[in-house]
């Protein structure tokens, strides 16, 4: 029994291994070290993560600007192309349009000279207002801009005398001359209207307006050649009053004495000179000669 707490007391003080605190010191010193040296490490694999990241991004970024400025590139060759193809589109539609109105117009033309179909205009001989007498041939060579009417009319001649003026002007402008578009006022009542009376009438309009006046007769046949319907009674005494009715249009003919078109009250100055010009534009882009003296 003693020898068994003999060997237990010696067993219980078995001696233990001595703790090596200098290791443990260099352990525990080393730890902090170590994992500083994996944070580092990790801090190392990161930063060179990171910089793998930056060094590969010029890379991308290259890549990228390379693609947007071929997307770029093909963006404005799109819009080139687009713009392009408006503007072609547009000036197609706009010469299409211009085309049809002057195929239009020369219809309307050639359907005036059918045959079978009443003609406007043709032969007729007048004097000015100097006595000089005046055939449709004297017209010929330019755009002439026929009105008739009678310098005793109230209202509605001196309104459309007006127009006439304004349309003057607008073309004189529009075509810089004053020689490739003749207006010209017969009148209806050539026993009041003498030379002297439609001089004075007419200053009043504007000075380039052409009076021509006739007999009794002559005018009549050239109301006829012109479809103009009026009413002036033919013998007249001395003094008599009266009223005179007829066809209120002006007469625009071509340069070969052909009638084109009429303007009629509903016409402005503004409209009636587009008229005037757009047939005017199809002569000359025909090539066919104008007077211009």
Same mark, same amino acid.
């Given at each position: 029994?003693?020898?068994?707490?003999?060997?237990?007391?010696?067993?219980?003080?078995?001696?233990?291994?001595?703790?090596?605190?200098?290791?443990?010191?260099?352990?525990?010193?080393?730890?902090?070290?170590?994992?500083?040296?994996?944070?580092?490490?990790?801090?190392?694999?990161?930063?060179?993560?990171?910089?793998?990241?930056?060094?590969?991004?010029?890379?991308?970024?290259?890549?990228?600007?390379?693609?947007?400025?071929?997307?770029?590139?093909?963006?404005?060759?799109?819009?080139?192309?687009?713009?392009?193809?408006?503007?072609?589109?547009?000036?197609?539609?706009?010469?299409?349009?211009?085309?049809?109105?002057?195929?239009?117009?020369?219809?309307?033309?050639?359907?005036?000279?059918?045959?079978?179909?009443?003609?406007?205009?043709?032969? @007729?001989? $007048?004097? !000015?207002? =100097? %006595?000089?007498? +005046?055939?449709?041939?004297?017209?010929?060579?330019?755009?002439?801009?026929?009105?008739?009417?009678?310098?005793?009319?109230?209202?509605?001649?001196?309104?459309?005398?007006?127009?006439?003026?304004?349309?003057?002007?607008?073309?004189?402008?529009?075509?810089?001359?004053?020689?490739?578009?003749?207006?010209?006022?017969?009148?209806?009542?050539?026993?009041?209207?003498?030379?002297?009376?439609?001089?004075?009438?007419?200053?009043?309009?504007?000075?380039?307006?052409?009076?021509?006046?006739?007999?009794?007769?002559?005018?009549?046949?050239?109301?006829?050649?012109?479809?103009?319907?009026?009413?002036?009674?033919?013998?007249?005494?001395?003094?008599?009053?009266?009223?005179?009715?007829?066809?209120?249009? @002006?007469? $625009?003919? !071509?340069? =070969? %004495?052909?009638? +084109?078109?009429?303007?009629?009250?509903?016409?402005?100055?503004?409209?009636?000179?587009?008229?005037?010009?757009?047939?005017?534009?199809?002569?000359?882009?025909?090539?066919?000669?104008?007077?211009?003296?």
């Amino acid at each position: 029994m003693a020898s068994t707490r003999f060997i237990s007391r010696t067993l219980g003080r078995v001696p233990k291994a001595p703790i090596n605190r200098s290791l443990t010191t260099s352990a525990t010193q080393h730890i902090p070290l170590l994992r500083a040296s994996q944070s580092t490490s990790q801090t190392q694999t990161f930063n060179g993560i990171s910089n793998r990241t930056f060094t590969t991004t010029p890379l991308l970024r290259k890549g990228n600007t390379m693609g947007k400025i071929k997307t770029q590139n093909f963006t404005g060759i799109s819009w080139n192309a687009t713009l392009l193809f408006i503007l072609t589109a547009a000036g197609l539609m706009v010469y299409f349009r211009v085309e049809k109105e002057r195929l239009q117009r020369k219809q309307i033309r050639e359907m005036s000279k059918g045959v079978g179909k009443p003609k406007v205009g043709g032969p @007729f001989v $007048l004097r !000015d207002l =100097d %006595g000089k007498e +005046v055939t449709e041939e004297d017209l010929k060579g330019r755009y002439s801009f026929v009105y008739f009417g009678f310098t005793h009319c109230p209202d509605i001649c001196p309104d459309e005398l007006d127009k006439m003026a304004a349309i003057i002007d607008r073309v004189k402008e529009e075509t810089k001359s004053d020689k490739v578009f003749q207006p010209v006022f017969i009148t209806c009542d050539p026993a009041r209207d003498t030379p002297e009376v439609l001089r004075a009438y007419l200053k009043e309009f504007h000075p380039a307006i052409m009076g021509l006046t006739g007999t009794y007769e002559q005018v009549k046949h050239v109301c006829k050649q012109y479809r103009v319907y009026f009413s002036t009674p033919k013998d007249i005494k001395p003094g008599e009053d009266y009223l005179v009715d007829h066809s209120i249009y @002006f007469y $625009l003919m !071509d340069p =070969d %004495g052909d009638f +084109v078109e009429c303007i009629g009250r509903q016409d402005t100055p503004e409209s009636a000179t587009k008229v005037i010009m757009d047939h005017i534009n199809d002569w000359k882009r025909e090539g066919k000669p104008l007077k211009n003296y």
